[in-house]
């Protein structure tokens, strides 16, 4: 790709009509408002357009939208099945011994029970000890810093499906 070339999935993208962006865009993040507000502006002339309007409007999430992005999310250690993207993504996950699945679970349902929400964390690249760590150290937090570090979280999870997205991947 020359520096003057669109990436061949970012064109596509900015190609297709309105519903099926709106779908594809669905599978990067649950929030309706957030691909919504995408969707406004495109077409994308370089990838870091299209990130820098993602991070725009994740920012701008509301709580109610914060939720309906997280409900998109799998519990750390149970991605849905037949669900690839959540599999790849929870890879660290894959070779955790069963005590350590145990530990998550229940780390898991107390997470869930103190914030009313999935414990969510951008777990690509990050080993079963990392994610289990991380959500050791997050469940002590206050709700307000939970729900910052969750918008946190969810902007570099679409940040990396986004660029699957223009790289023509899944």
């Not at 070339?5 to 190609?15: D, E, I, Y």
């Not at 145990?102 to 690509?124: D, P, S």
């Not at 990050?126 to 969750?150: F, K, L, S, W, Y």
Request: proline content about 5%; aromatic content about 4%; some cysteine.
């Amino acid at each position: 790709m020359t520096s003057t070339s669109m990436p061949l999935g970012l064109a596509r993208f900015n190609a297709l009509e309105e519903r099926a962006a709106l779908a594809v865009l669905h599978e990067v993040c649950a929030s309706a408002t957030w691909a919504r507000r995408l969707l406004a502006t495109r077409p994308y002339a370089t990838p870091d357009d299209l990130y820098t309007a993602s991070d725009a409007a994740m920012a701008r999430l509301t709580p109610a939208d914060l939720e309906e992005a997280m409900a998109g999310h799998p519990p750390i250690g149970r991605p849905k099945p037949g669900d690839a993207t959540s599999a790849r993504e929870q890879q660290g996950m894959a070779g955790a011994s069963a005590e350590l699945r145990a530990e998550m679970l229940e780390l898991n349902l107390a997470y869930q029970e103190k914030f009313g929400h999935v414990f969510l964390i951008c777990a690509t690249g990050r080993t079963a000890e990392q994610m289990r760590d991380a959500v050791r150290e997050r469940i002590g937090n206050a709700p307000e810093r939970e729900r910052e570090i969750v918008r946190t979280e969810l902007g570099r999870i679409n940040r990396i499906r986004l660029a699957r997205l223009v790289e023509g991947g899944t």
